[in-house]
């Protein structure tokens, strides 16, 4: 349940209206939008009387939320969340590039990763440590010692480093991570999601690949209920009958999560086509759909890459597919206005 209060309320009538509302055994979030301040109620409210809550003055009207997800729901936070990454804004109309290599492969790799996609204009510097692979005999990530090569990058190119956690018997290595990676696999690893609750720290949760917007929403839900609040959704592909390419990208996952959910959504088009070559028109259709971000693989050198290659764009490519990034951003405000 939301209950919208009238704008010129005063903060004791608020604090008054709480109080009654939490008297019921149900707990309260106060969202502070820019038009209206919403009171999100959670746990059972079926016993409440909605008109008991309506005769506040200062409540405005009074909505019973038919989605479990509440605290990832736009209902009861109106306005867009922005996840700060040290320093770095995703979301609400800022737009991020992530960047690098699928696999952490070396030190002098991540330096030159991180130098040239930083110089590109990327915000973020990604690369696996822990590779969740389908095959036990492919390569698996240089671990701990990855995300030393990791923090050594992001210490020279001054940009915050996202990367995949696996288990939770790895946290330990995560201290310094400033954005921890839950991947497809894990999407509904509750255990690991509930831990992750309770740390305050970026997390970016990945879409299963046979998975609907809302189980995705409820996984989400699960770090929040925790009260870790900076959740970002990325839609990277699901499985379906089509075999051209890896997987099938969801584009109409971009508006239909905007539109129920007040968390950044960014789209990941490497891991959703495998092939290089589709990468960049993918991007540009998730910028078109209202993406506030892409994560891409970029390798100095993808025809030698340890990890998927295939999917990886060189530095010229992604040089060029940065350019008409730009480009179409410029113009994406005009066609909305339309």
């Known amino acids: 349940m939301i209950v919208v209060v009238k704008k010129k309320s005063t903060d004791n009538e608020v604090r008054n209206l709480i109080k009654w509302i939490e008297a019921q055994s149900v707990r309260v979030d106060i969202f502070d939008g820019v038009h209206k301040t919403v009171l999100g109620l959670n746990g059972d409210t079926s016993h409440m009387d909605i008109d008991a809550v309506i005769s506040f003055d ?10 479990p997800y509440k605290l990832a729901n736009r209902n009861f936070h109106p306005g867009d969340t922005v996840v700060d990454i040290n320093g770095v804004l995703l979301g609400g109309g800022n737009f991020q590039i992530i960047a690098g ?5 070396s030190k002098e790799q991540m330096s030159l990763v991180a130098s040239t996609v930083k110089k590109l204009g990327a915000g973020l510097l990604r690369g696996g440590a822990f590779k969740p692979r389908t095959s036990p005999y492919s390569f698996q990530g240089l671990e701990g010692e990855g995300i030393k090569y990791l923090l050594e990058a992001r210490a020279q190119s001054d940009m915050p480093i996202v990367t995949e956690l696996m288990s939770m018997e790895d946290i330990k290595h995560f201290e310094h991570v400033d954005v921890i990676q839950v991947g497809a696999r894990n999407m509904q690893n509750f255990s690991m999601l509930k831990e992750l609750g309770k740390l305050n720290k970026p997390v970016l949760l990945k879409r299963g690949l046979a998975n609907t917007l809302d189980e995705l929403l409820m996984s989400a839900e699960y770090i929040m209920a925790g009260g870790n609040k900076n959740v970002i959704l990325c839609e990277r592909g699901i499985r ?9 990208l969801d584009i109409s996952a971009v508006p239909i999560l905007k539109r129920r959910s007040h968390l950044p959504v960014i789209v990941d088009p490497s891991h959703a086509s495998g092939m290089s070559e589709l990468v960049e028109s993918l991007s540009l259709a998730a910028v078109a759909a209202g993406a506030d971000g892409i994560m891409v693989e970029v390798h100095n050198d993808p025809r030698k890459a340890l ?27 005009g066609i909305y206005e339309s």
């Open 58 to 67: 200062i409540v405005d009207s009074v909505k019973r939320i038919q989605e």
């Open 101 to 105: 290599p699928c696999s952490v492969e």
């Open 240 to 248: 379906t009958f089509e075999t051209a390419t890896r997987n099938t």
């Open 307 to 333: 990890c998927d290659g295939a999917q990886s764009l060189g530095f010229e490519q992604f040089e060029r597919f940065m350019k008409n990034v730009a480009k179409l951003r410029q113009i994406i405000p």
